[in-house]
């Protein structure tokens, strides 16, 4: 064996294919990157201190996903020989421009979206579109309201009012003060969702939120809980103040349907009949949008999550009741649309039930008489699937 003495030259190891590859970034500073972005995905943090898109972006990109994976892989080698060639590692000047822009370099239907008033929601599907939707005109939530600023007592006139809607939170117990073997189960995730005809003040369509029962989604649950009971239909009408039980518990508005699924869990668990369980809201759209032309009705639409796996039989029970509201009343229903965890819950609470339902009645314009016309519309429709459904079980 050939020795090598002290002037002789080390043996060039240049070409062995042990060597790693050069990180394109030092591993630490990544890991501490990836730190900071789970701690401000955290829903208080995202809320209360610096929620941004470009967060959001972040932390549902495939690109991100890739580099991550690549990066762990340098020390755990499973992660990039089964998740990842190193060929189709993602540039992290890409990975910069769909974190700021949204626009992903191979896929140039995202810099359309861009453009298209509307379409940023790609997430969203429209499953069946009404009279004039398509997608330059998808629903929109509202901005999480400042539930400080919605509690405090800014007019002292609403004093006794507001302090009556905070505390009166309706039970979801079924065994008293509600009618025997309900099958109908009314709530409202977003409780504080209002309408500014209903508000007496003068304020943004943004700040259109309210924990009034008369000026928010609780009055259409009302509305349509009474008229369940015209037509011999069992329900429960839910009216929690959730905005005041979200700060009570120390949550945020990212924990709304955590909340809200609490209600269904304990209104399900009482009654075996339970079978329907409706979820009510309003959409942050104007006016031109959300009512139906020439006549007085406030535009509905449903919202189906794809996030369980038994979400096709809800988007059938949508289906039916778009399509029978569409043969009596021709464009009041804006249409189904399915959505993914990636804009909002993508479960909401619809997992309990094959006949779960999210509504949106009207938009921040919509008045009370064109709610009321809706509530009735609507009531009718399910009247007739309803009974459908009850005759088909007694049989």
């Not at 967060?55 to 991100?64: L, P, V």
């Not at 006139?157 to 979801?172: F, P």
């Not at 009370?368 to 399910?382: C, G, I, P, R």
Request: aromatic share 10%; glycine share 6%; proline share 4%.
């Amino acid at each position: 064996m050939k020795k090598h003495g002290v002037g002789d030259k080390a043996p060039d190891h240049s070409n062995n294919q042990d060597n790693k590859t050069p990180l394109p970034i030092n591993l630490g500073f990544f890991l501490i990157i990836i730190i900071t972005i789970m701690i401000a995905s955290t829903p208080n943090m995202k809320t209360n201190i610096f929620y941004s898109q470009s967060i959001e972006r972040i932390t549902n990109s495939e690109t991100f996903t890739k580099v991550f994976l690549f990066m762990l892989g340098e020390e755990i080698p499973q992660f990039k020989s089964s998740y990842i060639n190193e060929s189709e590692l993602p540039s992290l000047t890409y990975l910069a421009l769909e974190t700021v822009t949204g626009i992903k370099t191979n896929n140039i239907s995202t810099l359309l979206m861009q453009e298209i008033p509307g379409s940023t929601n790609a997430d969203t599907e429209i499953h069946l579109a009404g009279e004039g939707s398509d997608y330059s005109n998808m629903p929109k939530e509202s901005p999480p309201p400042d539930f400080d600023e919605l509690l405090k007592e800014q007019d002292p006139n609403k004093k006794e009012l507001v302090e009556s809607n905070i505390d009166d939170t309706d039970s979801t117990d079924i065994s008293s003060n509600n009618p025997q073997n309900p099958t109908v189960f009314i709530y409202h995730s977003h409780s504080w969702e209002g309408y500014l005809p209903l508000i007496d003040e003068d304020v943004k369509p943004s700040d259109s939120s309210s924990v009034d029962k008369n000026e928010n989604v609780v009055l259409v649950g009302s509305m349509l809980n009474e008229k369940f009971k015209e037509y011999g239909i069992s329900a429960v009408h839910n009216q929690t103040n959730v905005a005041e039980a979200l700060r009570h518990n120390g949550w945020d508005y990212r924990n709304s349907y955590t909340l809200s699924r609490e209600y269904v869990e304990t209104a399900a668990s009482q009654n075996a009949n339970m079978q329907y369980y409706i979820d009510i809201h309003r959409d942050s759209a104007r006016k031109n949008s959300t009512t139906a032309n020439e006549k007085d009705y406030a535009k509905l639409y449903f919202v189906v999550g794809r996030e369980h796996e038994n979400y096709e039989e809800n988007l059938k029970f949508a289906s039916e009741m778009h399509e029978n509201l569409e043969k009596k009343y021709p464009g009041l229903s804006r249409g189904v649309y399915l959505k993914t965890k990636a804009e909002g819950n993508g479960v909401y609470n619809q997992d309990i039930s094959n006949k779960s339902i999210l509504i949106e009645f009207g938009g921040v314009d919509n008045d009370k008489k064109e709610l009321s016309n809706t509530v009735t519309a609507f009531a009718d429709v399910f009247k007739g699937l309803y009974e459908g459904v009850t005759e088909v079980n007694a049989q």
